[in-house]
């Protein structure tokens, strides 16, 4: 095992590149040894220009060097993700498509432990996507950052040939074509929310700033991190050359558990259900849309009788279900949270259905529908497949949906109000009208 060991003292943040495509590599093959030459330079960096990447290569055997305490804080790369690779070379490769950079923050959390496989196995771009996952986390969970890429390394996928891990957004968001924002700072004992939108805003301003200064120009970006809708607005004022469009806040866990309540309650199975909209925040002010959703093709209202538990019931079900889930089990929602980010991306690469169309938090800006401009909010969308998406028209409003969207338009008005000195509109103020925090947020 030999190590190659770039740095520039002192180092002030970590980064290390565990990749089956080395930058500017230069090939010895023999027959019996593989050895791989490399150097980088790295891009400047406003905010940390100081890093460490160490890379290790399989080769042939070479004496065991004495672990001191100094090699065992050191950083490492894994192995097979070090190797370079021809796509080309092989023939059941030679189909496949240009390597695709995904970056995903909050990376050691239990969210992305489950979201990475499902990105690794080819479940979200499909079998003929090779991807190269570039990891991000913090001081605290590095560590644990390299116990995942080791799980990503043991389990053998073949589309996986990269997997970067660090704690520095500008070198880890570099080249990506998707970010999935998935960490953030989980709402303590006695926090206002307000207190919340704060702190976490603040990390997602300076991964906007980095996503603007490293990423590809055409970076989708899904923000999970609470409160999503506000900090996804944060996130994209802080971006300014990255279209606004390409920003998402995600609700579509709350659309799956819609579709599922409203199931259970017609009995039938959940793909029979269809054209679900959450308008709004994601909060307890989100508006479930049994007004244009679909069961087997009918109006829900025609197939659901019960207009009272439409209004009243299903709606709180969908809001607190996440509550009611860590009452159960002791713990938020983790799993079901990874399917429906894997969902949103499938969306957004997968034509969407004649006459459907799926739900997310996107920039309100010439949205047809009335809302406020200038917020983030949950509305009904169509995609070609293209990562693009439009803005459906044809939905039907009354009075009583029409209300529920005033109030979470409001409340996320207020939200903008309160982070007004992190994304350029002057000093905060905040008003909120009442605390609607998920129990994820807890």
Not at 107 to 132: C, R, T, Y
Request: charged residues 20%; neutral net charge.
């Amino acid at each position: 095992m030999s190590v190659a060991d770039l740095t520039t003292p002192p180092v002030t943040s970590t980064y290390t590149k565990t990749s089956s495509r080395l930058h500017s590599p230069q090939l010895s093959l023999s027959s019996t040894r593989l050895s791989v030459h490399f150097s980088r330079s790295p891009r400047p960096n406003p905010r940390a220009q100081n890093f460490k990447i160490t890379c290790s290569v399989n080769q042939a055997p070479s004496p065991v060097a004495v672990q001191t305490e100094e090699a065992k804080n050191k950083s490492e790369c894994f192995g097979v993700f070090c190797q370079t690779y021809d796509l080309k070379a092989e023939e059941e490769t030679k189909s496949w498509k240009k390597l695709i950079n995904v970056a995903v923050s909050g990376a050691a959390g239990m969210i992305s432990n489950h979201l990475l496989f499902k990105l690794a196995s080819g479940e979200v771009f499909g079998p003929d996507q090779p991807i190269a996952l570039k990891l991000l986390g913090s001081e605290r969970s590095f560590q644990a950052l390299e116990g995942v890429a080791m799980e990503l390394e043991d389990s053998l996928y073949p589309l996986l040939r990269e997997v970067s891990i660090g704690i520095n957004p500008y070198e880890v968001f570099e080249d990506v074509e998707w970010a999935l924002l998935i960490g953030a700072k989980p709402r303590g004992p006695g926090m206002e929310r307000a207190g919340l939108l704060d702190i976490n805003g603040q990390i997602f301003a300076e991964q906007g700033k980095a996503l603007n200064a490293v990423a590809s120009r055409n970076v989708k970006v899904i923000v999970v991190g609470n409160p999503c809708n506000t900090n996804a607005l944060i996130c994209l004022k802080n971006a300014p050359n990255i279209p606004a469009k390409n920003f998402h806040a995600l609700t579509r866990l709350d659309e799956n558990r819609a579709k599922c309540q409203l199931a259970l309650k017609a009995g039938v199975f959940y793909d029979k259900v269809s054209n679900m909209t959450i308008w709004g925040n994601h909060s307890t002010t989100q508006v479930p849309d049994f007004l244009n959703a679909r069961i087997n093709g009918l109006p829900v209202k025609e197939v659901i009788k019960d207009h009272k538990w439409l209004e009243e019931e299903f709606t709180e079900k969908v809001q607190k279900r996440g509550g009611v889930l860590i009452q159960k089990w002791g713990r938020s929602s983790a799993a079901s949270t990874a399917v429906s980010i894997a969902d949103a991306m499938k969306s957004l690469v997968t034509p969407t259905p004649e006459g459907d169309w799926f739900s997310s938090g996107v920039y309100t800006s010439g949205n047809p529908y009335g809302i406020a401009q200038d917020i983030v909010f949950s509305m009904p969308c169509r995609s070609k497949g293209d990562g693009d998406y439009e803005l459906v028209k044809d939905v039907t409003f009354d009075e009583y949906l029409l209300k529920r969207i005033a109030k979470s338009e409001a409340e996320l008005l207020a939200e903008k109000r309160c982070v007004a000195h992190l994304t350029g509109e002057g000093v905060a103020f905040c008003d909120l009208p009442e605390d609607t925090m998920l129990p994820g947020e807890m």
